[in-house]
């Protein structure tokens, strides 16, 4: 049986899915079931990650850790008492950016700490298999989805910064092919997208595939990050970075070789239309 943490976000719900689909028996773990709404084949257990004494162990023979659920403190305790209990293998999400200087992780700046959690993983009790993701095309709802349901002009910072977005998809299959293939173990394997695209090049493949005339319109960084830390926004340290690192360029190119998956961001699109106010399709 597998156990998973963070299975109720996006890479968990697809990692769920994706052991589901193969037959396997998975304990998902959230802090509040009744909220879960994960399918009913997965055994949805109440538990805190960051609470390794809450989490129910016994008879997983693999683990998932997620790295925000997990966190740094709860990292060290959580695989001890896996080991203790007779988990026998780790499976850890960090991402792909994980070895870059920390200033330029920006989601160091809103509290993750991939690195640390990933570093304890590798030097823990447990055999493991790190997965690496490039940035989520769950990113494009962030940035977009607002202004593409109230118009057809997406107004953003640096329309030529280019990036592989990945589908949670891909990344959750890999953790799941992970999770059952003992020969990938100790393997930092990154996922990416199949292609690299800019910011205009995607605003426009949301558009094919929505149907409608969507264009980027490229606005000075110092705005864009003002609307982004605007009232209910982002915090403003994770802006700043976001925003250098936009400015020195370091989008991700595709693609690793040899990896599974391989969706499009045009199948993301389809997989998300109704997120952007669009029907929901069937990918191309
Ligand atoms: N965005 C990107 O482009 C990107 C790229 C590569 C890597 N990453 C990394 O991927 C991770 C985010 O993945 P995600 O979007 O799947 O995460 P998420 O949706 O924010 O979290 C997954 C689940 O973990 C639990 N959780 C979240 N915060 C928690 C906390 N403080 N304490 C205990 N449980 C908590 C929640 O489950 P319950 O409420 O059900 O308990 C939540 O549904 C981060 O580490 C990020 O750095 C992101």
Do not use: C
Not at 88 to 106: K, L, T, W, Y
Not at 123 to 134: A, D, F, M, Y
Not at 199 to 227: K, M
């Amino acid at each position: 049986m597998h156990l998973v943490t963070g299975a109720t976000g996006p890479v968990g719900r697809a990692l769920v899915d994706a052991l589901l689909a193969d037959g396997a028996a998975v304990r998902a773990i959230s802090r509040d079931p009744s909220a879960a709404g994960l399918p009913a084949g997965a055994d949805v257990v109440e538990g805190d990650p960051r609470k390794p004494g809450t989490l129910a162990l016994h008879g997983a023979s693999t683990l998932f850790v997620h790295p925000r659920a997990v966190g740094e403190e709860a990292v060290d305790p959580l695989l001890a008492a896996a080991a203790e209990q007779g988990v026998r293998r780790v499976v850890v999400m960090s991402a792909i950016n994980v070895e870059d200087e920390p200033a330029h992780q920006p989601s160091r700046f809103n509290g993750d700490r991939n690195k640390e959690v990933e570093d304890a993983v590798v030097r823990g009790p447990l055999p493991w298999v790190s997965v690496r993701p490039s940035s989520f095309a769950l990113n494009a709802l962030t940035m977009w989805a607002g202004q593409i349901r109230a118009g057809d002009v997406v107004r953003g910072p640096y329309a030529s910064f280019a990036e592989a977005f990945v589908h949670e998809k891909d990344v959750a299959e890999l953790i799941a092919r992970a999770l059952r293939d003992e020969t990938l173990d100790g393997r930092h394997l990154p996922v990416t997208g199949p292609r690299s695209l800019t910011h205009a090049e995607a605003v426009t493949v949301i558009g094919e595939v929505l149907g409608r005339p969507l264009r980027h319109e490229e606005i000075p960084a110092e705005a864009a990050a003002r609307a982004m830390v605007g009232p209910g926004g982002l915090p403003e340290p994770f802006v700043e970075a976001l925003m250098a690192r936009y400015a020195r360029g370091e989008g991700r190119p595709a693609a690793v070789a040899g990896q599974p998956g391989g969706r499009t961001f045009a199948q993301w699109v389809a997989d998300h239309a109704a997120d952007f106010g669009g029907e929901r399709g069937e990918g191309r």
